[in-house]
């Protein structure tokens, strides 16, 4: 799984109100804590993604 991904997934899987750190879960995962926020909010998505809607 990509880490990005499998740190999403940890972020979703918080309960509703629970407050997290994204700088812990990037570190955690080895991600850059920008990427991880903007994808997390949707605000971007992989390259992979992008190719694949093309």
């Given amino acids: 799984m990509d880490p990005i991904q499998a740190a999403i997934d940890q972020i979703e899987s918080r309960e509703p ?4 750190s994204y700088t812990e879960i990037a ?6 804590r920008s990427t991880l926020s903007r994808r ?3 605000v971007t998505v992989s390259r992979a993604t992008v190719l694949n809607n093309q």
């Fill in 27 to 32: 570190a955690r995962y080895g991600v850059n």
């Fill in 40 to 42: 997390y909010r949707g």
């Fill in 17 to 20: 109100g629970e407050s997290f």
